[in-house]
C-alpha cells in the first residue's frame, strides 16, 4: 500500500497544506489569512494553535483519515545553517525553532505543527530542504566587512526540486551540471549550483528586489534611514521585507496588478517591472561568473507564469546560458517527494543537533 504523507507549509499570509498517497497529490487546500485576523497575535509563534486548529479542521472537513498517515513533512523553518534533504524533526529542532528562533518567520511554525500532529499520531515528523541549507564555499562566506560572514539563506526546496527535475529532462544527473535557479516569488532568491551543491546565493537582502522585498539597497542611505528617527528595529525590518520592493512603490505585492499597471500604460509601472526584472539579470551574471560561465539557467517560482516578465530576462541573460522556464513555487511536491524517499530508505533522514 501508498504512503499517505501529510505536508505543511505555512508562509506570510498562506497555509498550505497537501496529502498525498505515495507519488501522487490526493488532496490540497491552500488557507488564506487576513491581515486582521494575523494582526491579532502579538507574534508568529503565538499564532500556533490558531494555524494547527484550522489545518486539523480543513482536513476533517476534506474526509482526510489521520490515522492512516506514514509521516508529517514540512519545509524547514529558519535554522542555523543545515545540509540539503531530510531531517528528522525532534526535540533541538522544536527548541530552537519556538524558543530561539534565528528570524522570526511563519515557516517556523511548520516544524512546530508538524512536530504536534506526528507526534500524536506516533508517526515521523521531517523537514527537507530547509531555507537555511547552507553549502557555500569559504570564498562566499567572506562580505567585506570583518565581524559579519554571509550565510545562506534561499528557497533550497524549490530551486533544488526544479535543478533535479531539468537534469532529468536533460537525460543527466544533478550532480554533473551546474545551474543558476531564479526563484521568483513573493521574496525571490538566485543560487548557483556547481555539481549538485548551492555553492553561492544572493537572496533577500543582496540581490534583485521582489514583489514584497527590498533587495540590495544602497547601504550608507539605509544607514541614515535608520538613524532618522523615524522607525524602530522591527518597522526597519519590516521596510526590507514584507513592505518593500514592489510593495514599497504601489502598495501591493501582487505582480498581477503590477501588469495590469504597465499594460494600462503607467509609466512608473514600467520602470518598476524592468527595474526587477532588470536586477533578477544582473544577479544572474553576478553567479554566471560564480560558476565560470558554464551553466544551464532556470527560472521559476509565481512570478514564471508571467511569459512578459521572463522575456524580459531572457533578453538580457540568453548569451549567458539557455534558459528553462518551470512556473509555480512546486513546494508541495517537493516536500512529499523527500519525505517519500526517506520512508521507502532511498534517503537517510539526518539527526538536526542545535549548535
Ligand atoms: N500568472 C502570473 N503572472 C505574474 N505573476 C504571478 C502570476 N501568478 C502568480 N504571480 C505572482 O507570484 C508571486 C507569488 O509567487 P509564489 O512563488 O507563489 O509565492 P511565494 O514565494 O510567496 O510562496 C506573487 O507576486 C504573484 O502575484
Ligand atoms: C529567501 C529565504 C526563503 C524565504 O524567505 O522564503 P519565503 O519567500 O517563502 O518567505
Redesign the pocket.
Known amino acids: 500500500m501508498s504512503h499517505k504523507i501529510l505536508a505543511i507549509n505555512p508562509?506570510?499570509t498562506s497555509t498550505k497544506i497537501a496529502l498525498y498517497s505515495g507519488e501522487s497529490m490526493v488532496f490540497t487546500k491552500t488557507i488564506d489569512h487576513s491581515p486582521e485576523e494575523l494582526n491579532k497575535f502579538n507574534n508568529i509563534a503565538d499564532q500556533f494553535d490558531y494555524r494547527k486548529d484550522i489545518i486539523l479542521e480543513v482536513l476533517k472537513k476534506g474526509g482526510c483519515e489521520l490515522t492512516e498517515l506514514s509521516a508529517v513533512v514540512r519545509r524547514g523553518g529558519i535554522l542555523p545553517p543545515v545540509e540539503s534533504g531530510a531531517y528528522r524533526i525532534n526535540k533541538d529542532m522544536v527548541d530552537r525553532l519556538k524558543n530561539n528562533p534565528v528570524v522570526e518567520?511563519?515557516?517556523n511554525l511548520g516544524a512546530l505543527i508538524a512536530n504536534a500532529i506526528a507526534e500524536a499520531l506516533e508517526i515521523p515528523g521531517f523537514i527537507y530542504d530547509s531555507?537555511s541549507v547552507d553549502q557555500l564555499e569559504p570564498v562566499a562566506r567572506v562580505s567585506g566587512m570583518a565581524g559579519i560572514e554571509r550565510s545562506s539563506?534561499?528557497?533550497a526546496l524549490n530551486s533544488r526540486a526544479m535543478a533535479i527535475k531539468v537534469a532529468e529532462k536533460l537525460g543527466k544527473k544533478y550532480e554533473d551540471l551546474n545551474f543558476i535557479v531564479a526563484h521568483l516569488?513573493?521574496?525571490i532568491?538566485l543560487s548557483a549550483h556547481r555539481k549538485g551543491k548551492a555553492v553561492d546565493i544572493i537572496?533577500?537582502d543582496e540581490g534583485p528586489f521582489s514583489p514584497e522585498r527590498a533587495g540590495r539597497v544602497p547601504c550608507k542611505k539605509l544607514i541614515d534611514v535608520c538613524y532618522s528617527g523615524d522607525y524602530d528595529k522591527r518597522n526597519m525590518h519590516r521596510k526590507l521585507r514584507g513592505n518593500g520592493g514592489v510593495n514599497s512603490y504601489f502598495g501591493t505585492n501582487d505582480m498581477r496588478v503590477l501588469e495590469r499597471m504597465v499594460k494600462d500604460g503607467n509609466q512608473e509601472a514600467v520602470l518598476i517591472y524592468e527595474a526587477m526584472a532588470y536586477q533578477i539579470a544582473k544577479g544572474i551574471g553576478e553567479l554566471s561568473a560564480v560558476l565560470c560561465g558554464a551553466v544551464d539557467a532556470i527560472i521559476t517560482g509565481g512570478i514564471a507564469h508571467s511569459n512578459d516578465f521572463v522575456s524580459l530576462i531572457e533578453k538580457r541573460i540568453s548569451f549567458i546560458a539557455p534558459v528553462e522556464v518551470m512556473p509555480g513555487e512546486n513546494e508541495m511536491d517537493g516536500l512529499a517527494l523527500g519525505a517519500l524517499r526517506v520512508l521507502e530508505n532511498k534517503e537517510i533522514a539526518k539527526e538536526y543537533i542545535d549548535r
Open positions: 508562509g506570510s518567520h511563519a515557516s531555507v539563506t534561499f528557497h516569488g513573493g521574496g532568491s537572496a533577500d
